[in-house]
């Protein structure tokens, strides 16, 4: 597992464990991140604390995640942004969309 | 100051790449433009695996960095066909937020200083401050 998941009451936060999320891995953090999810219907905190590197390919499993918890009525919020994945967040805007939050601990 | 690197097509190598670049340039140019030349390379190598080459192994990608007084010159060159042209400037800032794919060329556009197409060959040019 590429993942790791704290559940809560009604939230659940899914660390990436990985330096790099991008077209190597993308399909296993993907499967990975949907078999935790599997028909909850939680919030979801991303955290992001140890990814120093986002592709366009990460970028659209985040993207995809993202549609998913709007279909559902659910929260996406991110948090623990480095440089790099910060830097890709607003060359494609999507700072605005996104609810990012600074504390990957805060409630 | 030059180099060379020639891989297989498939996207294990995309880690090769990376580390080639990081240990290249480190030092060479500052953190921000370091990270901005491993994304679009990484783009465009990951394009030319996936779209150029179609993933057959035996096809190989090339890539090159040329360092300048003021810029950073990489070509990405592979066996595919090429595609027919670059997005423009102000169709690479109409970004499709929420789109799932299609975003490798349009950050190329946005985030590198030239782009050059010829052919089956990519070359991106950096400033280096």
């Known amino acids: ?107 | 100051m030059k180099s060379r690197l020639v891989i297989k097509s498939e996207i294990v190598s995309i880690e090769r790449v990376y580390n080639w670049i990081e240990s290249f340039l480190k030092g060479e140019v500052s953190a921000k433009i370091l990270r901005d030349i491993l994304l679009i390379t990484q783009e465009m190598v990951t394009n030319a695996i996936l779209h150029g080459n179609r993933e057959i192994v035996e096809k190989e990608v090339i890539i090159e960095i040329n360092t300048f007084v003021d810029t950073v010159v990489v070509t990405v060159t592979d066996e595919g066909e090429g595609i027919e042209r670059l997005p423009l400037q102000e169709e690479a800032k109409e970004l499709d937020y929420l789109a799932e794919n299609g975003r490798g060329l349009k950050l190329a556009v946005l985030m590198t200083h030239k782009i050059e197409l010829n052919g089956n060959s990519i070359k991106l040019i950096f400033k280096r401050r």
């Open chain 1, 1 to 107: 597992m590429k993942i790791a998941v704290k559940n809560s009451e009604g939230r659940k936060k899914i660390i990436l464990m990985v330096e790099k999320f991008d077209v190597a891995n993308m399909q296993e953090i993907k499967k990975n991140i949907e078999q935790e999810i599997n028909g909850d219907k939680d919030d979801v905190l991303l955290d992001l604390s140890l990814v120093k590197f986002i592709d366009s390919s990460g970028l659209s499993v985040i993207i995809a995640l993202f549609k998913q918890q709007n279909k559902l009525k659910k929260k996406l919020e991110i948090c623990g942004l480095q440089k790099q994945p910060m830097e890709l967040l607003k060359i494609t805007q999507l700072h605005k969309i996104f609810m990012i939050i600074d504390n990957c601990n805060q409630r």
